[in-house]
Nanobody, 124 residues
Framework: QVQLVESGGGLVQPGGSLRLSCAAS???????IGWFRQAPGKEREGVSC????????AYVDSVKGRFTISRDNAKNTVYLQMSSLKPEDTAVYYC??????????????????WGQGTQVTVSS
């Protein structure tokens, strides 16, 4: 069973950038993968996803034009490049396999038990 581990979070000033990594172990990363985030006191929300084979992507409106998702299948890793960060991007970020529709990824996770995630804090 594939295990996913998030890393790359940290403290960054507004307007800054971070790159998050979602590394798979235990098996080859063959699933569509999504990034999710949960801010204090808020529901977890889907941020972006990438399909397994054709590389199609999706983003929530609030991050379009600022975040870019990519995957390196040779390294079994999915990345989330975050630019022009805003304080409202502050959250714990998680990655997870997601359901697909006609091979296109969705922002619906396949899991209910989440890992530790990686904290992103945007503050001056």
């Amino acid at each position: 069973q594939v295990q996913l581990v998030e890393s790359g979070g940290g403290l960054v000033q507004p307007g800054g950038s971070l790159r998050l990594s979602c590394a798979a172990s235990g098996s080859t990363l063959e699933s569509a993968i999504g990034w999710f985030r949960q801010a204090p006191g808020k529901e977890r929300e889907g941020v972006s996803c990438i399909s397994a084979f054709d590389g199609s992507r999706a983003y929530v409106d609030s991050v379009k034009g600022r975040f870019t998702i990519s995957r390196d299948n040779a390294k079994n890793t999915v990345y989330l490049q975050m630019s022009s960060l805003k304080p409202e991007d502050t959250a714990v970020y998680y990655c997870a396999p997601v359901w697909t529709v006609h091979d296109r990824c969705s922002l619906h996770p396949q899991i209910t038990n989440w890992g530790q995630g990686t904290q992103v804090t945007v503050s001056s």
